[in-house]
């Protein structure tokens, strides 16, 4: 069925290190919506995309959605330990308007 | 903080037990979204009202309900539990009925027994 898969699942890096995260979809989507989870928290909204071919920064964090707005990515420049969490992409899927989200990356941050 | 509460924090049961789970969005948000998110299924859509109304269905089980009153708080009613049900469940709020950002509450974590 048609899903958002999210790659990698889980990354270590050292602090300093950058950090990339990637989602794809099976359809075109009409927006890409970003989240963060800290551990024992609840999903935080980022960002939403809607353009083919967008780019957002927020500080260290960069955004893009895809030519075809079936891919989206999340780097994090010179991580630190304030990153760590999931990291969710969620995007509406099959006509539906409800974001489906992926399964999430979480990033371990080793200072 | 985002603005959405739920009560309770945390919820153990036994199997078979039936539960509610309550939900209040942010002021002024009229849609409430329901999700489960659990270690094997990620974050699961379960249900979603608008200003009262069901508004969209995902993987919401026929033991699960759910309803959104007058106030725009919302209550989630998970009936016959099973070991499986157990889990984290959060509540989202957003403005609108689809489309933006939806704000997610503290969750509920359920445990059944």
């Known amino acids: 069925g048609q899903q958002v898969m999210q790659i990698p699942q889980y990354q270590h890096v050292q602090e300093g290190e950058d950090f990339t995260t990637y989602c794809n979809s099976s359809?075109?989507?009409?927006?890409i919506q970003w989240y963060k989870q800290r551990p024992g928290g609840h999903p935080v909204f980022l960002i939403q995309?809607?353009?083919?071919?967008e780019v957002k920064k927020q500080k260290r964090l960069t955004f893009q959605f895809g030519e075809a707005k079936k891919n989206s990515s999340l780097h994090i420049t010179a991580t630190q330990t304030t990153d760590v969490g999931t990291y969710f992409c969620?995007?509406?899927?099959?006509?539906?308007?409800?974001?489906?989200f992926g399964r999430g990356t979480s990033l371990i941050v080793h200072p | 903080d985002s603005g959405v509460t739920q009560t309770p924090k945390h919820l153990i049961t036994a199997t078979g037990q039936r539960v509610t789970l309550r939900c209040s969005p942010r002021?002024?948000?009229?849609?409430v979204y329901w999700y489960q998110q659990s270690l094997d299924q990620g974050l699961q859509f379960l249900i979603q009202?608008?200003?009262?109304?069901?508004?969209a269905k995902g993987n919401i089980l026929e033991r699960f309900s759910a309803q959104q009153f007058p106030d725009l708080h919302s209550e989630l009613n998970l009936s016959s539990l099973e070991l499986g049900d157990s889990a984290l469940y959060f509540c989202?709020?957003?403005?609108?009925?689809?489309?933006?950002?939806?704000?997610f509450g503290p969750g509920t974590r359920l445990t059944v027994t």
């Open positions: 969620a995007g509406p899927l099959g006509g539906s308007y409800i974001p489906t």
């Open positions: 009202y608008y200003n009262g109304e069901e508004r």
């Open positions: 002021s002024g948000d009229l849609s």
């Open positions: 359809t075109t989507l009409s927006n």
């Open positions: 995309l809607v353009k083919s071919g």
């Open positions: 989202a709020s957003s403005k609108e009925g689809g489309h933006g950002e939806q704000y």
